[in-house]
């Protein structure tokens, strides 16, 4: 499979066009704006055609630029590609494999979330032998960022500065006698979470369901969470029998999301 940080353009096909999509995907948490002079830096190229290949991706909306720093930032027409991701359902091509053989293999529910605010929202799903968690599908479902693993495996793994703005003032609701509500005690469990690389709660969303959750990462940035969850009355579990398992599909998935298909 072709390595997305490889910028040798691939024969036959326009080196000038795989420049231009190369300096677009260099925009990212880390460098979210870019000049002329460092894009030619970063790439190799002559100024006057990094200044041109900004220009048309300025021009086609993909880029908007600062006139007070003279440097660019993602543009609209990105936007209009991520909707355009959502509603073709890729996803749902790339992932839901993923998932149905996460739940096959465990018996149990297995969820792709994302953020959504100060929440994750379940995009995806898949259900294990053991049927529902619920009455109805939970994709769509919303899980607050302070109570579940399916949250935390996420938002443990955000900058501090970011996380502590998302919980500045924001009264932490309980939902069940194990909802964590105590900021301090939230920021504890989260440095854990970071520091062992997963979540494992019981009853802190829902009464009963344990859930196990891992981070899943694109090109090195939290992206959402991989988890599994059942009722803890019915199954007692290791979590940690299943944590490589989990981490295993979340890197697949991180394989799939963030390199190219391959050409036939």
Known sequence: MPDPDDRTTPPGLPQTADRALQVLLAFDRARPEWGVTAVAREFGLHTSIAQRLLAVLAHRGFLVRDDSTRKYRIGPSA??????????????????????DLAAQTGHAALLSLPDGAHTRCV??????????????????????????????????????????LFADRPMARFTPDTVTDLAVLREQLAEVAERGWAFTTGEYDTGVATLAVPVFLRGEPYGSLSVGWSASRFQHDPEQWVELLRRGAELIELRLSRPVPRR
């Open 79 to 100: 936007l209009h590609l991520g909707r355009m991701w959502d509603r073709a359902g890729a996803l749902d091509l790339l992932v839901v494999p993923v998932l149905s």
């Open 124 to 165: 995806l799903a898949a259900e294990g032998a053991d049927g529902r968690l619920r009455g109805y599908s939970l994709v769509g479902e919303l899980y607050p960022a302070h109570a579940g693993a399916t949250s935390k495996a996420y938002f443990a793994f955000l900058p501090e500065e970011e996380r502590d703005r």
